[in-house]
């Protein structure tokens, strides 16, 4: 087959976890023999060349009329200015408007000059929180699935709200105007189609990782790692808490957390104490990342909102005992107690208790950690988790 993945974040460059998953997919394809193709949507002062290729994956980057590199610095006060200016007067709206219609004709190009056979586009879409009315993305030329990653909609009706018309449009066109639909876990694809009132099957196919990781660490018994983005819904203002209470009962116990959000504003959580056993490492390269997982004794991950996180995965993959969350998808790739233990972020007395359960429990932390290990590989590994994508896309074809 020959596949274009469509993706607006494809390593390197800024990216989250569709552009991880997009590029480790796309990889594992090439591996299977398949011609992989993907392109991308970018947005204003991405960066990066437009086009290259990654281990036999073609990768295209389309530009909007207004990319300048005074957008690359997303965070700084002057450009996130222009940006509610830009949205403000319309002038987005205007050049998302123009560039959607470019990008079509760019797309249909990629599509034959490369004899693309299928389609897969995530159902996020970036560019809908810059839209003031609906800008809907093209219908191509090839038959196009939608794999369910989380839309803007999905998460922001995870929070129990509710998404700006304008974006709730153009994500239900994304949906329906899909051949067929698949997601990466079975509780997004029923909140999804909930939340979207989608009544077709959606198949699904989870998310995987190269389990096959290699590290030199040696394991630290009081290390405990928390990795990701540091904001509500990943829980990390629940592990300050609980972490409080670790340090009361351990005080030798350490917690390393690796991402990049508010750290003054979450450090206000935690007691003078626990502070001190605290360390906020920002974003470090992954090759180190692995490595201090793999030192790790826990690591942790309570989360409120995922779709099917790629971290939880790597840290069992290393050979760490991992507490995921209660919540959304953290039963679909743990089973309490025996691969991993599940805990309510909404409720930090637990977790805490089921950190130092790990840590208290050095044989305990062994079975689970090794039994997470095993798991990971027989059934998350990406060159299995492909196989299953080549079979969804043959029967797609095939109808």
């Given at each position: ?17 569709i552009g991880t998953a997009v590029q480790l997919l796309a990889r594992a394809m090439v591996k299977l023999g398949h011609k992989v193709v993907v392109a991308g949507f970018y947005d204003w002062g991405y960066g ?38 830009f949205y403000l007067t319309s002038i987005f709206q205007k050049d998302l408007e123009a560039s959607i219609k470019r990008y079509a004709v760019y797309l249909e190009n990629i599509i034959e000059k490369h004899q ?39 998460f922001v009706k995870e929070e129990g709200c509710e998404p700006s018309p304008v974006i709730y449009k153009i994500d239900s066109s994304v949906l329906n105007s899909a051949v067929a639909v698949s997601s990466v ?215």
């Amino acid at each position: 087959m020959n596949i274009l993945y469509l993706c607006d974040e494809y390593p390197p460059g800024r990216h989250g976890g569709i552009g991880t998953a997009v590029q480790l997919l796309a990889r594992a394809m090439v591996k299977l023999g398949h011609k992989v193709v993907v392109a991308g949507f970018y947005d204003w002062g991405y960066g990066g060349p437009d086009e290259f290729e990654d281990e036999g994956v073609k990768v295209y980057r389309f530009r909007r009329g207004l990319d300048s590199s005074f957008f690359s610095k997303k965070d700084a006060l002057p450009v996130r200015a222009a940006y509610k200016f830009f949205y403000l007067t319309s002038i987005f709206q205007k050049d998302l408007e123009a560039s959607i219609k470019r990008y079509a004709v760019y797309l249909e190009n990629i599509i034959e000059k490369h004899q693309i056979d299928i389609v897969e586009q995530p159902d996020f879409n970036e560019y809908a929180q810059y839209c003031r009315k609906p800008v809907f993305f093209p219908r191509l030329s090839v038959p196009t699935v939608v794999k369910l990653h989380g839309s803007i909609s999905y998460f922001v009706k995870e929070e129990g709200c509710e998404p700006s018309p304008v974006i709730y449009k153009i994500d239900s066109s994304v949906l329906n105007s899909a051949v067929a639909v698949s997601s990466v876990s079975g509780y997004t694809a029923r909140k999804t189609a909930a939340y979207m009132a989608y009544t077709k099957p959606i198949d699904t196919l989870y998310n995987g990782i190269e389990s096959r990781i290699v590290t030199n660490a040696v394991k630290d018994n009081a290390l405990v790692i928390y990795t990701g983005s540091l904001v509500a819904k990943k829980g990390i203002y629940q592990l300050m808490k609980a972490w409080n209470k670790v340090q009361e009962m351990l005080p030798a116990a350490r917690l390393e957390v690796y991402g990049k959000g508010p750290v003054n504003r979450i450090k206000k959580y935690l007691s003078p104490k626990a502070l001190t056993t605290v360390d906020f490492k920002g974003h470090i390269p992954r090759a180190d990342l692995f490595n201090r997982l793999a030192a790790a004794s826990v690591a942790v991950f309570p989360s409120y909102a995922e779709c099917f996180a790629l971290g939880p995965m790597e840290a069992m993959a290393v050979g760490t005992a991992t507490i995921y969350s209660t919540r959304t998808s953290g039963p679909e790739l743990i089973t309490n107690g025996l691969d991993g233990l599940l805990a309510d972020p909404d409720d930090a007395d637990a977790l805490a208790g089921k950190i130092m359960e790990l840590l208290r429990n050095p044989e305990e932390n062994s079975r689970i950690a090794a039994a997470g290990k095993k798991k990971v590989h027989e059934r998350f590994d990406i060159n299995v988790i492909a196989k299953g994508n080549e079979a969804f896309y043959r029967s797609v074809l095939g109808r």
